[in-house]
């Protein structure tokens, strides 16, 4: 079965560090591209970027960009989504994402930032 | 950054009825890399469809994208209870960003 397992739900204070995970199985994951979206509570999707495991090509919407970092690491399957310093802006819901048009979605990384 | 949207926000239709959504593009998405996709409360989107037309595994026929250039459409056929969501597109033709648009939400008239 071709699955994208997420990391657990996290509760972080601002100023603190985050990588998150996402760990594909069942498929080829260097062939496929892996996105990240957020969800803000009650709003819409947004697209924050993207990664190629296969090269480690890695393309960021500029709203993103500079605020976060997207990494894989091929050897197990897995990508990275972190932050260095969070704020509490950015409490959402985070999903990867397989490919260019998201056929295969995780269930989703709750992170919730809070003093 | 191709800016996307959609309309109308909110549609109020009865089960049985046609639901058609739209979603235009700030400038053209080359190739029709137009996708769709579905949310329901608590759950993680699914795409419905790809390229603009093309159905995703398992999807059933009542749904149907069409468009090209800078107009695109969502249609599905007759309103399932199931069917009841917000939808959105996306475009995955311009690098090196892919943008959602804001979404529609099919809600029960």
């Known amino acids: 079965e071709v699955q994208l397992v997420q990391s657990g739900a996290e509760v972080k204070k601002p100023g603190e560090s985050l990588k998150i995970s996402c760990k594909g199985s069942?498929?080829?994951?260097?062939?496929?591209?892996i996105g990240w979206v957020r969800q803000m509570p009650g709003k819409g999707l947004e697209w924050m970027g993207i990664i190629y495991p296969g090269d480690s090509d890695t393309r960021y919407s500029p709203s993103f960009q500079g605020q976060v970092t997207i990494s894989a690491d091929k050897s197990i399957s897995t990508a990275y989504l972190q932050w260095s310093s969070l704020k509490a802006s950015d409490t959402a819901m985070y999903y990867c994402?397989?490919?260019?048009?998201?056929?295969?979605w995780g269930q989703g990384t709750m992170v919730t930032v809070s003093s | 950054e191709i800016v996307l949207t959609q309309s109308p926000g909110t549609l109020s239709l009865s089960p049985g009825e046609r639901a058609t959504l739209s979603c235009r593009a700030s400038q053209s998405v080359s190739s029709s890399y137009l996708a769709w996709y579905q949310q329901k409360p608590g759950q993680a989107p699914r795409l419905l469809i790809f390229?603009?037309?093309s159905r995703a595994t398992g999807i059933p026929d009542r749904f149907s994208g069409s468009g090209s250039g800078t107009d695109f459409t969502l249609t599905i056929s007759r309103l399932e209870p199931e069917d009841f969501a917000v939808y959105y597109c996306?475009?995955?033709?311009?690098?090196?960003?892919?943008?959602f648009g804001q979404g529609t939400k099919v809600e029960i008239k």
């Open positions: 996306q475009q995955y033709g311009s690098s090196p960003t892919w943008t």
């Open positions: 994402a397989r490919g260019r048009s998201f056929d295969i």
């Open positions: 069942g498929y080829s994951f260097t062939s496929y591209w």
């Open positions: 390229g603009a037309s």
